[in-house]
Antibody, heavy 124, light 107 residues
Framework: EVQLVESGGGLVQPGGSLRLSCAAS????????MNWVRQAPGKGLEWVSV????????YYTDSVKGRFTISRDNSKNTLYLQMNSLRAEDTAVYFC?????????????????WGQGTLVAVSS | DIQMTQSPSTLSASVGDRVTITCRAS??????LAWYQQKPGKAPKPLIY???NLESGVPSRFSGRGSGTEFTLTISSLQPDDFATYYC?????????FGQGTKVEVK
């Protein structure tokens, strides 16, 4: 059974930093691209970032470029999102989502499994 | 980035109704289109991929059609468990984008 379990969310002041983790199990983690998707309170879904299965390729939505860094440790089956210079508009539930594609050759796909999400609140 | 626009934003319906949600892309995404269902406080659940393929375990009352820039999700006979918010998502590039969502509520 595929499981994705996020952790690391919490309350942080504007300008602060936070690192999210997503522990994966039940599939060959290194073989699939992984994503972060966020959902602000009462709003829709917003794709944030993706990393290829090998970890070589990463992409970000424009609003987080230069502030967020996605990474993965395939030996630990864990996905990360380092979030720096946080702003109030980053407040959201952050989901990790498994890609159906590997991403190693640009083959990104839809998301077949999602974690339960972790809440990040940016406020003074 | 490719923009995805869903209509309507809210849909009021009764159990047994046939409901259709439309999703339009700002440019062609071929058939690289997925639909998700989300209930309050829960993660999205995939329903349809590649515009018309039913995800394993999803009831056959759900169906998807379309290609290029216009897509539809249809629920043939709405069931109590189907009241939720539905999102389309294009995956024609690494920058996957979602529609703004359609909430299906009780009429």
């Amino acid at each position: 059974e595929v499981q994705l379990v996020e952790s690391g969310g919490g309350l942080v002041q504007p300008g602060g930093s936070l690192r999210l983790s997503c522990a994966a199990s039940g599939f060959s983690f290194r073989d699939y691209a992984m994503n972060w998707v966020r959902q602000a309170p009462g709003k829709g879904l917003e794709w944030v970032s993706v990393i290829s299965g090998s970890g070589v390729s990463t992409y970000y939505t424009d609003s987080v470029k230069g502030r967020f860094t996605i990474s993965r440790d395939n030996s630990k089956n864990t996905l990360y999102l380092q979030m720096n210079s946080l702003r109030a508009e980053d407040t959201a539930v952050y989901f990790c989502a498994k890609d159906m594609g590997r991403g190693n050759y640009g083959d990104y796909d839809y998301f077949d499994y999602w974690g339960q999400g972790t809440l990040v609140a940016v406020s003074s | 980035d490719i923009q995805m626009t869903q209509s309507p934003s809210t849909l009021s319906a009764s159990v047994g109704d046939r409901v259709t949600i439309t999703c339009r892309a700002s440019q062609s995404v071929s058939s690289w289109l997925a639909w998700y269902q989300q209930k309050p406080g829960k993660a999205p659940k995939p329903l349809i991929y590649r515009a018309s393929n039913l995800e394993s375990g999803v009831p056959s009352r759900f169906s998807g059609r379309g290609s290029g820039t216009e897509f539809t999700l249809t629920i043939s006979s709405l069931q109590p468990d189907d009241f939720a918010t539905y999102y389309c998502q294009q995956y024609s590039s690494y920058s996957r984008t979602f529609g703004q969502g359609t909430k299906v509520e009780v009429k």
